[in-house]
């Protein structure tokens, strides 16, 4: 079956911009989490919705936010970007919330480059 | 305020020795824990997981072990290959709510 799926690849924005990134999960996975890697920060958890409904949120400003649609596609969207704000970020989708003890199947993420 | 560790942020190893990543935690809440694997350009995918019930669990060459009184969580590769050489992550979880991530240990196997 095919894997979660990340669109665009690649995204280079100027600062002030917004940024709109989509995820398509497995077929049959309901939940969605989002992540941000960064250099030394590891991987930070953003939010995670299930059934299209955000059901955790981490700890990032209210610029960063996110939805899913009844095909459990997912979006997230970054308004008024800032240089800090440059990083992979990785959709993970998963059968059960919170990823049950089956973890995540990952995406191969959306590098964004804010200039 | 990172409540998953891992404070080696790189470790090299010659081929057919062992490789060990460590990992630490802070709440004692977590019960299940994953270790990732990551190559560049490609998202993290699963290696091996433990539940806070068990210490041990082995799958082929990798072998993870859990020590709940330290808070430590470490994975053995044996025999370390070249095609091992990725970021490994490990991730905690707590009842199933949303997995935490330390900042990765990039590991190199030395042909």
């Known amino acids: 079956k095919a894997g979660v799926t990340q669109t665009p690849r690649y995204l280079i924005k100027t600062r002030g911009q917004q940024v709109t990134l989509s995820c398509s999960p497995i077929?049959?996975?309901?939940?969605v989490s989002w992540y941000q890697q960064t250099p030394g920060q590891g991987l930070q958890f953003l939010f995670e919705?299930?059934?299209?409904?955000?059901?955790n949120k981490g700890n990032f400003p209210g610029r960063f936010s996110g939805r899913q649609f009844s095909n459990s596609r997912s979006e997230m969207n970054v308004s008024t970007l800032e240089l800090g704000d440059s990083a992979l970020y990785l959709c993970?989708?998963?059968?059960?919330?919170?990823?049950?003890?089956?973890?995540?199947?990952f995406g191969s993420g959306t590098r964004l480059t804010v200039v | 305020d990172q409540q998953v560790k891992q404070n080696s942020p790189s470790l090299s190893v010659q081929e057919g020795r062992i490789s060990i990543l460590n990992c630490d935690y802070t709440?004692?809440?977590?019960?299940?824990f994953l270790w990732y694997k990551k190559y560049p350009a490609e998202g993290p995918t699963f290696l091996i997981s433990?539940?806070?019930?068990?210490d041990k669990n082995e799958d082929g060459r990798f072998t993870v072990f859990l020590n709940k009184s330290a808070k430590h969580l470490s994975l053995h590769i044996v025999p370390s290959q070249p095609g091992d050489s990725a970021v490994y992550f490990c991730?905690?979880?707590?009842?199933?709510?949303?997995?935490?991530f330390g900042t990765g240990t990039s590991l190199t196997v030395i042909p």
């Open positions: 993970a989708s998963s059968f059960r919330p919170g990823g049950g003890t089956y973890g995540y199947t």
């Open positions: 919705y299930f059934s299209e409904t955000q059901r």
């Open positions: 077929s049959g996975h309901r939940s």
């Open positions: 991730a905690a979880s707590a009842i199933s709510n949303q997995f935490y």
């Open positions: 709440n004692s809440m977590f019960d299940y």
């Open positions: 433990i539940s806070s019930i068990k």
